[in-house]
């Protein structure tokens, strides 16, 4: 199946629909909403989408109020003939909730992963913060693809830090750090982190002792509360070493996080995956490739 595209974005995701739009040689169209004096969504979708490849580009910070709407624009894309209805999520909520802790609690991972898969044929986000899944694929029973920031990351680390000492500030970055690391042929260490609370961590700085005169830089797929970066800033002057730059995938910053981060580092960049700042590398070339894999792939037969 062949035909025309369109990618579909929320007023607040426009900038990011057109360039994805551009990436994909095709139509971008942002959907019409408002609320209702009583919070329920008003939507307005294109009129005409018989046979179209609709693209949704919604980001999921913030995902409670947009859930609704982005279920409501899938249902409206398929009424209105939507041929597929895929979904482009820059980032991808509810990926912290992934076992039950204590007894009775939601798995919202599971949960959120069932009801997005029930209204759209295909989703493609990037770094996904997966810690107990090995890949998306044990979440979600749709077709699904992830962008990898780190190659972009390392990219700008290249062109913007001279003789980079890349740093994961606990092992969950690891995997992060150590792929922009090799892309750049740049050394990399990882802390040792014990969290103690939502916003209470514990870290261990390894021996760098070989690395003095380097500057650091510190990778990370999720700047949300700030602490464990911040903590890592800290211990790095510590060390004697100088203010660290910090790179990450998803510019989160909730609450003062963003503040009281820039005061212990020289400056932080992030992909554009959600509005910031920050925001000085691109995604959309990348999930235009994948959205055209995508498609690509869901057309044979």
């Not at 209204?119 to 990037?126: F, I, K, M, P, R």
Request: aromatic share 6%.
């Amino acid at each position: 199946m062949s035909g025309r595209r369109l990618v579909l974005s929320w007023p607040e995701g426009e900038a990011f629909g057109q360039r994805l739009a551009r990436a994909l040689g095709c139509d971008h169209a942002v959907v019409a909403t408002r609320r209702f004096p009583d919070h329920e969504t008003y939507l307005r979708l294109p009129p005409s989408l018989a046979g179209t490849e609709v693209v949704l580009n919604c980001t999921l910070a913030d995902p409670d109020p947009k859930l609704a709407p982005l279920l409501f624009a899938a249902d409206t894309a398929r009424d209105l003939g939507a041929a597929r209805v895929g979904l482009v999520a820059p980032y991808l909520a509810y990926m912290r909730q992934d076992r039950r802790f204590e007894a009775g609690e939601a798995i919202t991972s599971r949960s959120f992963a069932r009801v997005l898969s029930a209204s759209v044929d295909w989703l493609v986000t990037a770094d996904p913060h997966l810690h107990r899944f090995a890949s998306l694929d044990e979440l979600y029973p749709i077709p699904s693809s992830v962008v990898r920031a780190a190659p972009l990351l390392a990219g700008w680390i290249c062109e913007n830090v001279e003789r980079p000492l890349l740093l994961g500030p606990d092992a969950e970055s690891r995997q992060w750090v150590a792929q922009a690391a090799a892309t750049m042929g740049a050394p990399f260490a990882v802390l040792e982190k014990t969290r103690r609370g939502d916003r209470e961590v514990e870290l261990v700085l390894p021996d760098l002792t070989a690395h003095r005169g380097l500057t650091p830089v510190l990778i990370d797929d999720v700047a949300a509360s700030g602490h464990t970066l911040i903590e890592a800033a800290r211990l790095l002057a510590e060390a004697g070493f100088a203010q660290p730059c910090c790179a990450v995938t998803h510019a989160l910053f909730a609450g003062d996080a963003f503040e009281k981060l820039r005061t212990v580092t020289a400056d932080i960049v992030s992909t554009d995956s959600i509005p910031h700042p920050t925001n000085r590398i691109e995604l959309a070339p990348a999930f235009a490739a994948a959205v055209c894999a995508m498609l690509a792939d869901r057309q044979k037969p």
